[in-house]
């Protein structure tokens, strides 16, 4: 009986031995949409975002926020327009209409009589208002439409102070019996074009939130790198200045610093003066976020390990740890330039910040100072609108850079 049970494994052993193996199942591959944050099966595009570096992670996880791609796209169209001003301006800065003063914004019109014809505007006629004690203008509809002109010759300008030039991108209409008006945003108490002035005076606000930011970016980092990689009394002397600037109102200490800009300054250097005022103020987040961070990572292993090495503390810290969380600086920094904006903004408002003939949307908010002013001629005020969009969006954008930049997201 043993001998037959025997046999019989014997045999089946040979069988299997004979059989030929089945193929092993194909490897299988999730098609659907890739997500980054499964893992059950990795696939090639998930394999891929695994194996990104820092900065492709982060801008694969900023592209999730839309609202931030939506106001960094914002923000580059600004930015851009800043580099070509005097051709998209359909005045020059300081061209002025005697005859039409606070011109309250004109439509812009495509149909005349039930007929295409394209943009155009309509001439003005002017009454004064003796009770209200102001223009009136009204548009003639009966006369002909007056079409807007494109990619034309207009006042001359130097571009950039430097190129001399006179091509427009948009230009007021004109004919054989002369040149019409056109101030898509109104005009000022001496005839000024408000969109033109709206378009120079955002080389100067936006410009200043990026040449401050970046004083504000070294001195933090500069501070911050100290007190967080020495430690000590290093790092107590930094804490208390830091604690004694924000303890101060921000308001107060820009006016007292920029009243004591000499009056005899000539308005490039006042320019400069408040900048530097501005990142002189702001560092104090910036360093403390550094010192922060800086406080963790010296006693990572990669930071022993370069000082065991006879790396110095200045290459330590901007080549081994700086790098390691520039992201969070970065964003940091995004979300620190509309204080700036904001605070050239409010001290040119007040009187004491950029001036003529220099232009920023503080100084033409300056104008509608008064109540009186404001009631009558409301459009002075809309050099608010770009200030209220470009605040918003640095800090949308911040608020993704923040998250994305985030490695526990």
């Not at 504000?216 to 009394?233: D, N, Q, R, T």
Request: include cysteine; hydrophobic fraction near 50%; glycine fraction near 8%.
């Amino acid at each position: 009986m043993n001998q037959r049970v025997e046999s019989a494994s014997s045999e089946a052993s040979r069988s299997q031995s004979v059989r030929p193996e089945s193929p092993p199942p194909a490897h299988y591959v999730s098609t659907a949409p890739f997500d980054p944050l499964s893992v059950e099966v990795v696939s090639a595009a998930q394999e891929k975002f695994y194996m990104a570096s820092q900065w492709r992670m982060i801008w694969l996880r900023l592209r999730r926020h839309r609202l931030a791609v939506i106001s960094g796209f914002v923000l580059v169209l600004m930015y851009a327009a800043i580099l070509v001003v005097e051709f998209l301006a359909p005045y020059g800065l300081n061209s002025r209409h005697v005859d039409h003063i606070y011109v309250p914004p004109q439509r812009v019109h495509l149909f005349h009589q039930g007929r295409f014809i394209g943009p155009f505007v309509y001439d003005l006629d002017y009454h004064l208002d003796m009770r209200k004690m102001r223009r009136v203008y009204t548009a003639k509809t009966e006369a002909s439409p007056r079409p807007i002109r494109f990619f034309c010759r207009g006042d001359p300008y130097r571009f950039w102070g430097v190129l001399p030039g006179d091509i427009h991108l948009v230009c007021p209409p004109k004919d054989a019996t002369g040149e019409a008006p056109m101030f898509l945003l109104g005009s000022d108490r001496l005839g000024r074009d408000m969109l033109s002035r709206i378009l120079y005076g955002m080389r100067i606000s936006l410009t200043i939130g990026l040449i401050g930011i970046s004083v504000s970016f070294v001195l933090g980092m500069l501070f911050g790198g100290l007190a967080g990689y020495y430690g000590g009394w290093v790092d107590d002397l930094v804490q208390r200045m830091i604690e004694m600037l924000r303890s101060i109102p921000h308001l107060p200490l820009w006016l007292a610093l920029a009243a004591i800009l000499p009056v005899t300054w000539s308005p490039l250097l006042v320019y400069f003066g408040i900048t530097i005022i501005l990142g002189l103020i702001d560092w104090t987040g910036l360093a403390r976020a550094v010192r922060s961070r800086l406080l963790s990572l010296r006693e990572e292993d990669f930071a022993i390990a370069a000082k065991l090495m006879g790396a110095s503390p200045q290459r330590i810290i901007f080549r081994h740890l700086m790098p390691s969380f520039m992201s969070h600086l970065i964003a940091s920094a995004t979300l620190a330039i509309p204080g700036m904006i904001l605070g050239e903004t409010a001290l040119s408002f007040l009187g004491l910040g950029i001036r003529a003939p220099i232009t920023s949307w503080g100084v033409l908010l300056n104008e509608a100072q008064s109540v009186n002013v404001v009631v009558l001629y409301p459009w002075l005020m809309l050099p608010m609108v770009p200030v209220i969009i470009v605040v918003l969006a640095f800090n949308f954008l911040g608020d993704g850079l923040r998250d994305a930049a985030d490695p526990y997201r």
